[in-house]
């Protein structure tokens, strides 16, 4: 039973660019919320789908945006990316109205 | 203030001790209580889940949260060196408890 899959393992971007992150949700799994972990730090709630929509959202400006496709994976987009977006970005898998996240190993995005 | 407060640490211990993790949060709205564990390099994975007030226990580990102090502990009974990793507290309320709050963690050390 797979957990939840995250690609690119690795990212190096350049200040200004944009870049779109990927997770497989666990089997079984149809709720995905995306987090943002900055070295030493606890991961921050960026956003949650579920159903195709975004439900909750964080602190986090316009420039982060997602999507979910009908087969539950998502996608995190970060536009005019700046150097304080480097950090680990995890996404975490859920079902819908249960408690308990499972977390992916997560993308490290390095901005330059 | 910061909403999940946590000392970061390092803690290091010998193997066999009892360690006691701590959490304080200013949020009184705070229902739901966890404890995730993150390996180096890995994306956090749940420990234990508690709601409200009160003690519950998992093999060696044990959560007591008091809500009336607005403090959550875990400990760990006959630590091991694979106990070794970052301990993050997070807390959610009922309106959106997925929308999970995360402590800055706490690095521990079980040395053999």
């Known amino acids: 039973d797979a957990g939840v899959t995250q690609s690119p393992t690795h990212l190096i971007k350049t200040r200004g660019q944009q870049v779109t992150l990927r997770c497989s949700p666990k089997s079984g799994h149809d709720t995905v919320s995306w987090y943002q972990q900055a070295l030493g730090q606890g991961p921050q709630f960026i956003f949650q789908?579920?159903?195709?929509?975004?439900?909750q959202r964080g602190n986090f400006p316009d420039r982060f945006s997602g999507h979910q496709f009908p087969n539950y994976s998502s996608e995190l987009n970060v536009n005019a990316l700046l150097l304080g977006d480097s950090a680990l970005y995890l996404c975490?898998?859920?079902?819908?109205?249960?408690?308990?996240?499972?977390f992916g190993s997560g993308t490290r995005l390095t901005v330059v | 203030q910061k909403e999940v407060e946590q000392d970061p640490g390092p803690l290091s211990v010998p193997e066999g001790a009892i360690v006691s993790l701590n959490c304080t949060y200013s949020n009184s709205a705070f229902q739901y209580f966890m404890w995730y564990r993150q390996y180096s390099r890995k994306g956090p994975e749940l420990l234990m889940y508690?709601?409200?007030?009160g003690n519950k226990e998992d093999g060696r580990f044990t959560a007591q949260v008091d809500k009336s102090s607005k403090y959550i502990s875990l400990f760990i009974r006959d630590s091991q060196p694979s106990d070794s990793a970052t301990y993050l507290c997070a807390m959610s309320d009922e309106t959106s408890y997925d929308k999970v709050i995360f402590g800055p963690g706490t690095s521990l050390s079980v040395i053999p």
């Open positions: 789908y579920y159903e195709e929509e975004e439900r």
């Open positions: 975490a898998s859920s079902l819908w109205g249960a408690s308990g996240y499972t």
């Open positions: 508690t709601y409200s007030s």
